[in-house]
């Protein structure tokens, strides 16, 4: 008999696993075991997510007459693990042969590699065919390069597959309309409600299950308002692309207080656990352009996440695993303080975007980027801890994608090899993009002193700490001419008022 394993983050029909499957031979299998639940201390609302959708996945299996088999985290002889689960099936139905699709994480990919040897039985590992480039197709596009731009690689796909072509060239004549994407918030934008799914019987089980044994996992298990079929998740992908994607391009970078949607289509979370195809998301937003319905600068932006920015990030990944999970340029080493995980602090920025990732398991890329990202970054948090902290409490994190993000994007701690400079800022950049700081006990238009913002001093901090490591950056020529420009009671202040504020800070004081 043949087994067919489907990971938690592989839920889709049209997976390379069920390809050829034997109704009448052949057995699927599915697990909820503990080392996938707390190799990182998920966020509550993340986990009840992931075992959700994968009942209501086997549910729709076993409605297909496919015989299948759900080993669930609190079955009585759940052994724990993905390995001593299969041992344990193996002997229990006289397993021949395992079939399973690549995983999209290093670590669970190197388990399986183990298997074959370890039962004694063939195990063929097949293509993630939903990913739209291969490993082996975004290497050769690697090779010879001596800068891997996401930007040319995105172009070269919306050739391959056709996207928002006029022929050989890009629709409107350019091919990223990103620097019409910037627009701060105004007053009287009206945005729309989210998608909000109510939990049924099999996702209150699952909370209540998330309710008794992660009770100590950061996050608010309630309210449940997940997808977690994929005709929840289409459902989701419709209504972002008729309700927001019209007004997505223009204000995708804002950010206001207590709006932690904004106008974003939260549709990663279905694409990364397979209930959405990223290839049918890409082609409805083209649809709605084709139609009139939503500007070119709005579908552009959002087809550039999908087979841009996520298809790149993943192959960065395969490349570049499993070193990269050692990278740290900048030698950062400083402890991840408690403001992270909810602990008071008067910073306002921080507290919204804290606040709402503990309430939703989500925020969105600028909230992560440049406020908790940029933080991180000119504090110099060590890159183990943050890496862990984004894969811990956002829903659609598997390490495929939050890692690069992390370490290349945010932290510039691989040196420049994913991103061209560090993307720091002062307060200004936040106070632009948001409503933040109108609520804040610090002011952002003061540079130095006790009431001064301190995104302000340790972004010029930062870049006088790692001066050594950065000045040659072309990216930031004028800002170290700027630099230069300062006079030294002006750096004496910059250096005391960082020096003071990391010192508070690691000594869990209140900033």
């Known amino acids: ?228 079929t994929r005709e929840q998740a289409l459902d989701a992908l419709n209504k972002f692309v008729t309700e927001r994607l019209e007004i997505f391009g223009d204000y995708q970078d804002a950010m206001i207080q207590n709006e932690p949607w904004m106008y974003h289509s939260h549709i990663s979370f279905y694409i990364n656990c397979g209930l959405l195809e990223p290839l049918e998301c890409i082609k409805l937003a083209e649809k709605s352009y084709n139609n009139g319905k939503a500007p070119l600068n709005a579908v552009e932006g959002f087809i550039r996440q999908i087979i841009g920015w996520r298809e790149y990030i993943r192959g960065i990944y395969w490349l570049k695993m499993p070193e990269y999970e050692q990278n740290n340029f900048l030698e950062a080493t400083r402890a991840l303080p408690d403001l992270y995980w909810g602990g008071a602090t008067q910073m306002n920025c921080l507290k919204q975007c804290v606040k709402e990732t503990k309430e939703n398991s989500y925020a969105h890329h600028i909230q992560r980027l440049m406020v908790l990202g940029n933080f991180a970054l000119i504090s110099g948090l060590s890159p183990d801890e943050v890496n862990e902290w984004f894969m811990i409490v956002y829903a659609d994190a598997y390490q495929w994608v939050e890692l690069p993000n992390v370490t290349g994007m945010i932290l510039f701690a691989d040196g420049g090899f994913l991103g061209s400079k560090p993307y720091a800022a002062s307060g200004a950049y936040i106070n632009k993009m948001s409503d933040y700081c109108k609520s804040c006990r610090y002011k952002v238009t003061k540079k130095n002193g006790q009431e001064a913002c301190p995104f302000n001093y340790l972004y010029w901090d930062f870049l006088i700490r790692n001066e050594g490591k950065l000045r040659g950056n072309h990216r930031l020529a004028l800002i170290y001419k700027s630099l230069e420009r300062m006079d030294a009671e002006k750096i004496e202040a910059i250096k005391d008022n960082s020096q003071r504020f990391l010192k508070r800070m690691d000594n869990k004081e209140i900033i």
């Open 1 to 228: 008999m043949i087994l067919r394993l489907i990971l938690g983050d592989q839920l889709s029909h049209n997976i390379s696993s069920l390809s050829d499957l034997d109704i009448d031979n052949d057995l699927i299998f599915m697990c909820e075991v503990w080392e996938e639940a707390t190799y990182v201390r998920h966020h509550k609302k993340k986990i009840a997510f992931i075992f959700s959708a994968m009942r209501h996945f086997y549910e729709e299996l076993k409605a297909k007459k496919y015989n299948v088999v759900y080993r669930k985290l609190d079955a009585e002889d759940n052994q724990g693990s993905f390995k001593a689960e299969i041992k344990r099936i193996i002997e229990l139905k006289n397993i021949d042969k395992i079939i399973v699709t690549e995983p999209s994480e290093y670590r669970v990919l190197a388990d399986i590699e183990t298997w074959q040897d370890g039962f004694n039985i063939p195990v063929e590992i097949r293509l993630d065919e939903r990913f739209l480039c291969t490993k082996a197709d975004f290497k050769d596009w690697t090779d010879g390069r001596k800068q891997l731009r996401m930007e040319y690689f995105y172009r070269e796909m919306r050739r391959k597959y056709n996207i928002l072509m006029d022929g050989d060239k890009p629709e409107g004549g350019k091919w990223n309309y990103d620097s019409n994407n910037r627009k701060p918030p105004k007053e009287g934008l009206v945005i729309p409600d989210t998608y909000i799914s109510e939990p049924d019987d099999i996702s209150n089980e699952v909370m209540e299950l998330v309710a008794k044994r992660f009770d100590n996992h950061f996050g608010d298990l309630a309210p449940f308002y997940f997808a977690v």
